[in-house]
């Protein structure tokens, strides 16, 4: 449980999960073992990359998410300061949804995934 709240608050902090993510991944370590908890969280991460790539070809917006994901990495290089990703595009809010998955789906598919033997 420790390990999975230590993992995972840092992206909470730059905006990349939300709370509900981190709770979930929190459950689900306090059930498993440490090492079954690293293979789900790296499923899902999978799962969610996945789901990702199906989004950016379905919105046809994958230049566009790419070069504001090396622009926001460039400037925590330039700046040495971390911020909350995403951050300057809340002012549109519908901007800022679309390019959000639901990341809970992923975690769920990973556990079942586990429990069930496929990895």
Known sequence: M???FLLMYPL???????????KLFIL??????AGEFIVVLAGAFVIGAGFSIVK???????RERFRYFFSYLADI???????????????DYHTYRKNKIHFAVPIL??????IGGIF
């Open 28 to 33: 689900i370590g306090s059930f498993r073992e």
């Open 77 to 91: 290089v330039r700046t040495g300061h971390w911020k909350i990703y995403g951050e300057n595009l809340r002012q």
């Open 12 to 22: 909470y902090m730059i905006g990349v999960l939300g709370a509900g993510d981190v």
């Open 56 to 62: 950016l070809v379905a919105e046809r917006n994958g």
């Open 2 to 4: 420790f390990l999975a």
């Open 109 to 114: 598919l990973s556990t079942v995934c586990r």
